[in-house]
DNA sequence: CGATTAACTCAAATCATTTGAATATTCAAT
DNA sequence: ATTGAATATTCAAATGATTTGAGTTAATCG
């Protein structure tokens, strides 16, 4: 393992590093920003500001959007991020396939591909990820250097053998330092997460999470897994592990034994019936098939559950449910969990609902595998001063 | 609320202050450290760390501990922590008394007292509060401008109307901003946060968790609360209310139902005997009660419980149990709980075990409370470069 | 004993932000 | 319509903090 260093100290060049990133963040957030407004946010001077936006548009990240007259004096340019002025690369292996998806900077896909896996051994998973980036870097003619990063999303969890039987690990990546091979793979700096943190993301950069900065994402893989964002930063935890909340007991088994894919599955093929995909669920559910909403009725309880767990445990400023599920089912689920009474959440007054459902879709990890990369690139971090 | 800056820039200014932090946080870590040591660990040049230090040793918040020689070359001057160059005060309030504590840098305890209260108003409660602190500071004549900080412990959670009936809201304190209050009354900066949170860092500073930078802490308080450290820094969620395990449902009912002091007093009670206090509980340990034993056969495994929800959930390197219950007592659940089998934490080779006792005793959270301020004045968070 | 290694110091250079002065534009009051 | 206050921006000089480079000191290795 990389050893990471616990304390950094930082230097003139480093904090320009960190106010360029704040800078483009505050602009990404806000949309549209003049200089003084963005220098007032960050507490920075007009100047430093000025300096900086300089430099960005120079680097094309950056454009100007006209000025602005609402208030008194001298109407503010407006500056808003250059779609174009830099992107980041997606990409989601699973045990059967590689996925890849292109963002720009605002978060938008340029480009997504797939390709099948014959096996998973980290050559030939290498080899397609290598091809897969350069046919994307042509397909939309977008040069190197604007790269800002690779994301990348594996099934976790990393580096555990007490769990196994979960079937969901690597063939072959057990030894390997994942993200090194990655990062030479594809010469770009590399994020390696798990799904759930991923989607987390995504919703962060460019669905329901925009301009939240706490919250949890609950994520249907094959299992049920946790993304924490606090203050704009994923919790990886010490191991980078964190939240595998589908191993946690509840009243009635494991969590994930009554809401993930698999629990589904399960018990659809009780009944008889094999779950193929998530269209067949979709079906299922607009026929309102009795099994999978006796299924919807212990999975409801089961996010009760999950919820009392995450909002008491993390208290989030939401909780959003999203992945490998018809969005009709987690409407389904969204409505009718019942919301713990007995919650730090459980607020007189609330800005935002304590439970939604996730805007990403079906690609929620490849476009979040690419999110870690626009998050990391656009977040300064606070530090805290006495 | 007070709105939090989610993003900050940085100047020259405020990168020495981090500067400076990291170089105390980093000699308080070592014991002692020569320059070029420190410079090589904060990734800052050598002459940068000696100007730091030249600065930090005017201040006296550093010594000199003489000449290392041991490999080649000119051997380093050592400099440790001056425990004399800062010190923090640390309140706990409780619903019938009031604890100070004043901690030298080093994290040491030099003053300690309790006030009884009679009520619990803010008006009483913050006159008895700059009283002891005034007292302090005499009995040790510590000058005021050696004070780093103060850290407040009070009973959660704060600003939630939903959870009722927990009998620890302190009265009169629900409309008020207790931090303003606070500094207002001893003119320093002030750190919030409930007792699980301050036993967190009591751990950190002073205690077992001493170089573990991401670790979670059960705490038993009149329910059981959990305090989650990462990369050296509290989570404490988006409201402050992170951490409150004690509501969460396991198989079998609330957590805290098994686990918590008011569960040991309704078991005892229940048997017809009346637990009044700690030493109590500890007499009738030492006793082997067959009632305790009883309870503490479901506490274990409700302990169990919460670890799996906590490893799974955070993934730290340790958990560490601690709070307002006999060390005899803590150590037979730290032996006698299950390590949950399904686990992230679960691992072939583990550094720390998984579980372990608080080494804070009875007035943790009163030492809490100040090593919030020191670990606030010791740490500089991380931030992420491309 | 000389070569090498390493820590430290001084002075000058560099990088980035801040300060101060000047200008442009708009709103609001007279 | 005119004037004054408020706000946004820019330029040039000043400031604060780190870095660079040369030189000194002290210990170990061969």
Redesign the interface.
């Known amino acids: 393992m990389v050893v990471?260093?616990?304390?950094?100290?930082?230097?003139?060049e480093?904090?320009r590093?960190?106010?360029r990133q704040?800078?483009l963040?505050?602009v990404r957030a806000a949309g549209t920003m003049g200089r003084a407004e963005i220098a007032r946010?960050?507490?920075?001077t007009t100047q430093?500001v000025s300096n900086i936006i300089a430099e960005l548009v120079a680097d094309g990240m950056l454009v100007e959007k006209g000025r602005l007259s609402g208030g008194r004096g001298l109407p503010a340019i407006q500056y808003g991020l250059n779609p174009k002025g830099g992107y980041a690369l997606g990409i989601e292996v699973r045990p059967d396939a590689v996925f890849a998806a292109l963002l720009d900077m605002q978060g938008k896909p340029v480009s997504m591909e797939r390709v099948a896996l014959q096996g998973t051994r980290p050559d030939s998973v290498l080899a397609e990820v290598s091809g897969l980036y350069a046919r994307a870097l042509r397909q939309v003619s977008v040069a190197k250097d604007r790269m800002?990063?690779a994301g990348i999303v594996m099934p976790g969890?990393f580096?555990?053998?007490?769990?196994s039987g979960m079937g969901s690990d690597l063939v072959g990546w057990q030894e390997v330092d994942a993200e090194h091979l990655f990062a030479e793979a594809v010469g770009l700096?590399v994020v390696l997460s798990n799904d759930a943190n991923a989607g987390a993301m995504a919703e962060r950069v460019n669905g329901v999470a925009q301009g939240i900065?706490?919250?949890a994402y609950l994520y249907f893989g094959a299992g049920l897994g946790?993304g924490?964002v606090?203050?704009?930063q994923l919790?990886?935890?010490?191991?980078?592990?964190?939240?595998?909340?589908?191993?946690?007991?509840?009243?009635?088994?494991?969590l994930e034994d009554a809401l993930s894919r698999l629990s589904v599955q399960r018990h659809m093929a009780a009944a008889g019936k094999e779950v193929t995909g998530i269209d067949m669920l979709d079906q299922l559910f607009l026929q309102k098939d009795r099994d999978l909403m006796a299924w919807l009725e212990s999975a409801s309880t089961a996010l009760g559950?999950a919820l009392?767990?995450v909002e008491?445990?993390?208290?989030?400023?939401t909780v959003i449910l999203g992945g490998a599920m018809p969005d009709a089912v987690l409407d389904h689920l969204v409505t009718h969990a019942p919301l713990?009474?007995?919650?730090?959440?459980?607020?007189?007054e609330v800005l935002h609902p304590r439970l939604m459902r996730g805007a990403s879709g079906r690609m929620t990890a490849t476009l979040g595998a690419a999110a870690l990369v626009l998050n990391?690139?656009l977040?300064?971090?606070?530090?805290?001063?006495?």
Chains 1, 2 share one sequence.
């Open positions: 990471i260093p616990f304390q950094q100290g930082t230097n003139a480093r904090s590093h960190r106010n704040a800078v963040g505050q946010a960050l507490s920075l430093t800002l990063g969890p580096g555990v053998t007490g769990i700096p900065h706490s919250f946790l924490m606090h203050e704009g919790i990886g935890g010490a191991f980078g592990n964190a939240g595998e909340i589908g191993h946690v007991p509840v009243p009635g088994g494991k559950h009392a767990i008491n445990m993390f208290d989030p400023q713990p009474q007995v919650s730090v959440s459980n607020r007189p990391r690139a977040t300064a971090p606070l530090s805290y001063a006495n």
